[in-house]
């Protein structure tokens, strides 16, 4: 049985940070790429990151580029996600999910599925 559990999350003063933790079991964590995806409140889910499954080509939402560092520990099975300089408009539910596929749409960008998904850890940036 697939599992993602997401674990890290709490409250933070505009401008400090935060270390998400996806511990994932039940599949070959190595094999497959991984993303954050992230639903603030109100929101659409918004995607923000995605690594492969080697730890290489890290991808990131225009929104958290320079400020978020997606990584990614094979032997411990485990996704991370460093966000420093964070804002208040980076509240929200932080999913992980498990990669099923990928659609190339027009300008080069890249839309990805997911097959499973965490039950979410809840970010609050605020004073």
């Known amino acids: 049985e697939v599992q993602l559990v997401e674990s890290g999350g709490g409250l933070v003063q505009p401008g400090g940070s935060l270390r998400l933790s996806c511990a994932a079991s039940?599949?070959?964590?190595?094999?497959?790429?991984m993303s954050w995806i992230r639903q603030a409140p109100g929101k659409g889910r918004e995607w923000v990151s995605t690594?492969?499954?080697?730890?290489?080509?890290?991808e990131y939402g225009d929104s958290v580029k320079g400020r978020f560092t997606i990584s990614r520990d094979n032997t411990r099975n485990t996704l991370y996600l460093q966000m420093n300089s964070l804002k208040p408009e980076a509240t929200a539910v932080y999913y992980c999910?498990?990669?099923?596929?990928?659609?190339?749409?027009?300008?080069?960008?890249?839309?990805?599925?997911?097959?499973?998904w965490g039950q979410g850890t809840q970010v609050i940036v605020s004073s």
């Open positions: 999910a498990k990669v099923e596929g990928r659609t190339l749409l027009r300008g080069g960008k890249t839309e990805y599925e997911y097959d499973y």
């Open positions: 039940g599949f070959t964590f190595s094999t497959y790429p």
């Open positions: 690594i492969a499954g080697d730890g290489s080509g890290p």
